[in-house]
């Protein structure tokens, strides 16, 4: 993506990284749960509104805006992915891996968790896939608002 220059492109690669974390967290990754769940997979329900500490704010919200912080790390180093299809398989697996192991190996335990969720495979398969998912929606939602504020993509091409 060809953003401007300085600290212009900083704050753009924020704010358009962010914004398209928390929308891709919100329609691809719960939507693949929702799939998920229907399809008797997942073990855990879509769109959680369980309060979280320690704001109160709804479970889906929060995972939104930690989708949202992933997301700043996407915008800036998405240009190193391949080109075309290469790239898709990158955004998926970047998704499904990243934040996975992430969530398996640091947030669960911190939540007094078993690491790994106990390596349940339902749960690895959710995981995997609506993260996988969501990393797809990232790349897609970030090309369409990197073009609607003007920077390009110019690896599809």
Same mark, same amino acid.
């Given at each position: 993506?060809? /953003?401007?220059?300085?600290? *212009?492109? /900083?704050?753009?690669?924020?704010?358009?990284?962010? *914004? &398209? !974390?928390?929308? +891709?967290?919100?329609? @691809?990754?719960?939507?693949?749960?929702?799939?998920?769940?229907?399809?008797?997979?997942?073990?855990?329900?879509?769109? #959680?509104?369980?309060? *979280?500490?320690? @704001?109160?704010?709804?479970?889906?919200?929060? $995972?939104?805006? %930690?989708? !949202?912080? %992933?997301?700043?790390?996407?915008? @800036?180093?998405?240009?190193?992915? #391949?080109?075309?299809?290469? /790239?898709?398989?990158?955004?998926?697996?970047?998704?499904?891996?990243?934040?996975?192991?992430? &969530?398996?190996?640091?947030?669960? #335990?911190?939540? !007094? $968790?078993?690491?790994?969720?106990? %390596?349940? #495979?339902?749960?690895?398969? *959710? +995981?995997?896939?609506?993260?996988?998912?969501?990393?797809?929606?990232?790349?897609?939602?970030?090309? @369409?608002?990197?073009? $609607?504020?003007? +920077?390009?993509?110019?690896?599809?091409?």
């Amino acid at each position: 993506m060809k /953003y401007g220059a300085g600290a *212009t492109d /900083y704050l753009s690669r924020i704010l358009l990284g962010f *914004t &398209a !974390g928390f929308f +891709a967290t919100l329609i @691809f990754h719960q939507l693949t749960v929702l799939a998920l769940w229907v399809a008797g997979v997942s073990p855990f329900a879509p769109f #959680p509104l369980a309060a *979280t500490k320690p @704001f109160g704010v709804p479970a889906v919200i929060s $995972l939104a805006v %930690w989708g !949202g912080i %992933w997301g700043i790390l996407f915008a @800036f180093i998405h240009d190193w992915f #391949p080109a075309r299809a290469g /790239y898709w398989v990158a955004v998926f697996l970047f998704g499904a891996i990243c934040p996975s192991l992430v &969530a398996f190996l640091v947030v669960m #335990p911190l939540k !007094g $968790l078993a690491v790994g969720g106990g %390596w349940h #495979p339902p749960l690895l398969l *959710t +995981a995997f896939l609506a993260n996988g998912m969501w990393g797809v929606g990232l790349g897609l939602i970030l090309m @369409f608002l990197s073009g $609607l504020f003007g +920077a390009r993509r110019d690896r599809l091409a």
